[in-house]
T-cell receptor, first 112, second 113 residues
């Protein structure tokens, strides 16, 4: 089954404790993105990747890092999480810049 | 600017009522337009899309027409069901090579029996 998977689905952590949210897709897609969803703001792009070893900032990259060492995986790293990073995070992938995006199930992160 | 604006929710309807969720966008050029749906506790799923002016996207009884004159992409359904209760997001492609979708703020639809 074609899908985007994320782990964990739920995470509660404390300020400053490094964490990684994994994302994997099995569709051989070139593009992958991370979004955060906040009430009243819709989804905003954090980082994106056009291919292996090619990543760039989206609209709200502060406090986040990403890597793309393999085509299928695109982890999101929070080196020192803060409470304002409490949000619902979605990973997405697409065949190209102009194709539809497929979304993962989301990761609800709470930073205390 | 580059933005997408949706009507504010929540929208509460009775089963079999007619649904319209308004969406307007700003853009240079003619980006592809999308409606995504998010059911409770799930990720976003593509509901329908339109890639050029006057295209009509349709799926599961939902329709939306790409209107360049009014820069709109309103979502409609003739007869909603309880199972349609969800959050609906209008989106357009970002204009740069970022693979980005620009989303509206989402509209919550609740359908009561």
């Amino acid at each position: 089954e074609a899908q985007v998977t994320q782990n964990p689905r739920y995470l509660i952590t404390v300020t400053g404790k490094k964490l990684t949210v994994t994302c994997s897709q099995n569709m051989n897609h070139e593009y992958m993105s991370w979004y955060r969803q906040d009430p009243g703001l819709g989804l905003r792009q954090i980082y994106y990747s056009m291919n292996v070893e090619v990543t760039d900032k989206g609209d709200v990259p502060e406090g986040y890092k990403v890597s793309r060492k393999e085509k299928r995986n695109f982890p999101l790293i929070l080196e020192s999480p803060s409470p304002n990073q409490t949000s619902l995070y979605f990973c997405a992938s697409s065949l190209s810049n102009w194709n539809e995006q497929f979304f993962g199930p989301g990761t609800r992160l709470t930073v205390l | 600017g580059n933005s997408v604006t949706q009507m504010e929710g929540p929208v509460t309807l009775s089963e079999e009522a007619f649904l319209t969720i308004n969406c307007t966008y700003t853009a240079t050029g003619y980006p592809s337009l999308f409606w995504y749906v998010q059911y409770p506790g799930e990720g976003l799923q593509l509901l329908l899309k339109a890639t050029k002016a006057d295209d009509k996207g349709s799926n599961k009884g939902f329709e939306a027409t790409y209107r360049k004159e009014t820069t709109s992409f309103h979502l409609e359904k003739g007869s909603v069901q309880v199972s349609d209760s969800a959050v609906y997001f209008c989106a357009r492609h970002g204009s740069s090579n970022t693979g980005k979708l620009i989303f509206g703020q989402g509209t919550t639809l609740q359908v009561k029996p």
